[in-house]
């Protein structure tokens, strides 16, 4: 028993990276938003591949942040510790009251109007600059699509634009 309470002394003066190694994703966030001072409720699921941590709060305007700058910091951090720990770790995604949801298909569907004039019109468009997590949902979008191509631009920068073209 006595060594017990040790082991757990021990591992709570541990910084949170440390005491990380074991715990889930959901178990990461968890910790990251309660040193936050957030009370939330996380569902966890798979989807695609990546891991999906869906958060309810009464507060999903703070959490989310400005521009979701704090949503995707968060995110961010959760994948940055599970990599550490594991490299072969899935992608994680966090949501706030399915924000990214709806962000996502009015994304892709200014998206989808952007493809539409080059099927019409045949010139490239390129968007607006992006972030890496909408450049992966525009690839995602139209891998397999028969008359279109996407290209990222060969630039280090953390907001590049994506061209949209013809195929051939």
């Known amino acids: 028993m006595e060594k017990e309470l040790a082991e757990t002394e021990n591992a709570e003066s541990y910084p949170t990276s440390h005491r990380a190694m074991n715990q889930s994703p959901k178990e990461i966030l968890d910790t990251l938003?309660?040193?936050l001072d957030f009370v939330v409720e996380i569902e966890e699921t798979e989807q695609d591949g990546h891991i999906i941590l869906q958060v309810r709060t009464n507060d999903p305007a703070s959490l989310i942040g400005r521009r979701e700058g704090r949503l995707e910091s968060l995110q961010f951090l959760v994948n940055r510790i599970l990599l550490a720990n594991?490299?072969?770790a899935p992608?994680?995604?966090v949501?706030?009251?399915h924000h990214r949801d709806m962000?996502?298909?009015a994304f892709l569907y200014r998206i989808r109007q952007l493809a539409e004039a080059v099927r019409v019109h045949g010139r490239p468009i390129d968007t607006e600059?992006?972030?890496s997590y909408d450049r992966r949902l525009v690839h995602t979008a139209y891998r397999d699509d028969p008359d279109l191509v996407t290209e990222s631009?060969?630039?280090e920068a953390k907001l590049k634009r994506i061209t949209i073209?013809?195929?051939?």
């Open 153 to 155: 631009q060969q630039i």
């Open 103 to 105: 962000r996502d298909d």
């Open 165 to 168: 073209k013809r195929r051939g």
């Open 129 to 131: 600059p992006l972030n």
């Open 33 to 35: 938003l309660g040193h």
């Open 86 to 88: 594991n490299p072969e």
């Open 91 to 93: 992608r994680v995604i």
């Open 95 to 97: 949501d706030v009251e």
